[in-house]
């Protein structure tokens, strides 16, 4: 299992940032299975920002802003994340990650992309 | 809102056992998990639903649970062990990582 995320380096205030996770040797439409979003501000923890279920049924942390979105294309072997209204405070490495859902509070995050830093700066 | 604590660092010999606790007053409800990071490197889980092992990773992480405290335990430290340690766990509206532990070996 391989993943890999791509986007934009830089995006300015105020601008949508479309991160693309392309995976391999797995099927999202597979049961249990699904593709979780991670942010990670320089020098900070971890952040989880949102997950799509082999079903196509989504979770978004209430803790970002509302403008997230999370899709897939079963078909490209690929999740997209979109964040509107980008701010400094943004700034960081945004990792995916494929995930074993067996139930929601057992979800395991076991294969990591290898990150992609996004800076937000006019 | 729930949050995970953790000791900001814990200093161990090579050889020597260290132990990292996560805190918070919802972990007793659901699993958590650990994850390893190196400087520049993506996390990897070490540790999953509190005490699980996947494979490919060494038999002396250990994980285990007591209340609303996880903790985990790396037995016969090893240099290559430095990193920094998350838990993570649910918290009912969302994934909630600790603040993270550097791991020094001395």
């Known amino acids: 299992i391989t993943l890999k995320e791509s986007g934009p380096a830089l995006v300015k205030p105020t601008q949508t940032l479309t991160l693309t996770c392309t995976f391999s040797?797995?099927?999202?439409?597979?049961?249990?299975?699904?593709v979780a979003w991670f942010r990670q501000p320089p020098g900070k923890a971890l952040e989880w920002l949102a997950l799509?279920?082999?079903?196509?049924?989504?979770r978004y942390s209430p803790s970002v802003k509302s403008g997230l979105t999370i899709t897939r294309d079963t078909s490209k072997n690929q999740v997209v994340l979109t964040m509107t209204n980008m701010d400094p405070v943004d700034t960081g490495t945004y990792y995916c990650?494929?995930?074993?859902?067996?139930?929601?509070?057992?979800?395991?995050?076991?294969?990591w992309g290898q990150g992609t830093l996004v800076t937000v700066s006019s | 809102s729930s949050e995970l604590t953790q000791p900001p660092s814990v200093s161990v010999s090579p050889g020597q056992t260290a132990s990292i606790t996560c805190s918070g007053n919802k972990l007793g409800d659901y699993y958590a998990s650990w994850y390893q990071q190196k400087p520049g490197q993506s996390p990897v889980v070490v540790v999953y639903q509190d005490n699980k092992r996947p494979s490919g990773i060494p038999a002396r992480f250990s994980g285990s649970t007591s209340g609303n405290t996880a903790t985990l335990t790396i037995y016969e430290t090893q240099a290559m062990d430095e990193a920094d340690y998350y838990c993570q766990a649910w918290d009912s509206t969302k994934y909630v990582f600790g603040p993270g532990t550097k791991v020094t070996v001395l």
């Open positions: 040797g797995f099927s999202l439409s597979t049961g249990a299975v699904g």
């Open positions: 799509i279920y082999w079903d196509d049924n989504k």
């Open positions: 990650a494929h995930s074993i859902v067996p139930n929601i509070a057992a979800a395991s995050f076991d294969f």
